[in-house]
């Protein structure tokens, strides 16, 4: 599965932004989603992830309320709606799809990762 994240940008605190990931294959339906994210000097963390048919999403602590994910299978792409964004958000946002929803976690090992794109927030 290849997975091309896009969205990311420039903005300032309090502002929005949706990430888009596109996969290539049909049988996006199949996999969980989520998204993780690696700020400069620091280890990748999670941040949310969606089951197969939507149904159940996670959140980190830390974006909990701020942000949302959903997927649309119709279209092979998930999404990550970030409001109230603040200049700790900033990082590359990256994509991951599994067949399960608990191997995306960090060490999980994830099968399969988009390349990122950057998030800057400035105060």
């Known amino acids: 599965v290849q997975l091309q994240a896009s969205g990311g940008g420039l903005v300032q605190a309090g502002y929005s932004l949706r990430l888009s990931c596109a996969a290539s294959?049909?049988?996006?339906?199949?996999?969980?989603m989520g998204w993780f994210r690696q700020a400069p000097g620091k280890e990748r963390e999670f941040v949310a992830k969606?089951?197969?048919?939507?149904?159940?999403?996670y959140y980190a602590d830390s974006v909990k309320g701020r942000f949302t994910i959903s997927r649309d299978n119709a279209k092979n792409t998930v999404y990550l709606q970030m409001n109230s964004l603040k200049p700790e958000d900033t990082a590359v946002y990256y994509c991951?799809?599994?067949?399960?929803?608990?191997?995306?976690?960090?060490?999980?090992?994830?099968?399969?990762w988009g390349k990122g794109t950057q998030v800057t927030v400035s105060s």
């Open positions: 969606i089951s197969v048919n939507g149904g159940s999403t």
């Open positions: 294959e049909r049988t996006f339906s199949w996999y969980a």
């Open positions: 991951a799809a599994d067949p399960k929803l608990i191997d995306l976690r960090v060490g999980g090992g994830v099968d399969y």
